[in-house]
């Protein structure tokens, strides 16, 4: 045999009751057999530690089974209990367990179990809701009265507690089933349901409803997202690129911006200017038929529209000059008369 501790095993949590006393189980295996010493909240737990704990050892031929008692329980006993198992005969082996100690006041035993439907070849779980202090003990039957039978952990049943788990269930599983709680409290409680043929998703795993159920998911969750990325790449696509213009076309928009005011341009007007032009064109509705007829023309050849004072000046330059080449007109045929005299006939 190898010299080692092999194996520390015992309930994970332990669940006392004020004024009663309570055993905390603690089971080692190894060769040569260990021995077990117990702690409370990382001290150990001697004949000194309290007249309440008291530690007894059990050895059989492969294991030991120490036994950690509790007399008349209190509230200050809640704690954090570890199980030691040392080896040490040549080479020290150690193992620890620790165990959750509650107290609590005694509930009786209350449970419940609904009915449910199942599917052939299915997974299923059938389970109870069982109350009460101590946590009561659940047991399993099927059938009722005298043909009742106890249910245990084997073949395609497994038995955690509450919960009965029924692997590739068939049609004769259903029927009657009958569940027992009881901690020691009162009478044990019982309930009964009945499991028949039928769809129930919420107690059937692994089944084909099921499986096509999450297939359909994952087929809608897969088109949700091709439609994403091709919408991503639909607006990442740039835009096409303006064809390049050519040197004609350049000169010519170059020389509109020269002629034409940029969009927006909207010089401070002048009130008084305005006010006179208006004014004039009353008082010449002529002028007005020309000024509209000339808005489409190019600036160089559209006529000057200027106030009245311009415009008087302007003419009055006109009539000077035509009067002066009027006057130049009648002397040169003044002295073509005087020359025509003097020639001789």
Known sequence: YQR????????????????????????????????????KDNVEITPLYSERYTISQQTFADHVISTLRVISVEGADEGQLL?????????????????????????????????????????????????????????????????KVPILTGGRYTV????????????SDTGLYLVQADNGVGDPAFASATITLGSNSAVIYGS???????????CILLLLYVLFRQKQKKHAIPPPNAPTPSEKEIERRIRMQSETPPIGFNPKPDL???????????????????????RNLPPILRPAM???SSISSSSSSEEDSESSTDGSNAKIVKKRVKKSKVSPS
């Open 272 to 294: 008084e200017s305005q006010t006179k032009s208006s004014i004039y064109l009353r008082e010449n509705p002529a002028l007005y038929d020309v000024n509209l007829s000339s």
């Open 160 to 171: 955690e507690g509450p919960s009965l788990y029924i692997d590739t269930a068939q049609s």
């Open 4 to 39: 080692r501790v092999r194996g520390i095993n015992g309930n994970d949590r332990a669940e006392g009751v004020y004024g009663k006393s309570i055993n905390i189980l603690c089971r080692a295996n190894g060769y040569p057999l260990p021995v077990v010493t117990w702690y």
């Open 306 to 308: 200027g106030p009245p």
């Open 83 to 147: 199980c030691r198992a040392v080896n040490s005969k040549v080479i020290t082996f150690t193992a620890e367990f620790g165990i959750q100690f509650v107290v609590g006041y005694e509930v009786p035993p209350s449970i419940s179990l609904s009915d449910i439907s199942i599917q052939v070849d299915a997974s299923i779980v059938f389970e109870a809701v069982a109350y009460g202090y101590p946590s009561p003990t659940v047991t399993w039957f099927k059938g009722e009265g005298e043909s």
């Open 208 to 218: 084909a409803g099921g499986i096509c159920g999450l297939f359909f998911i994952l």
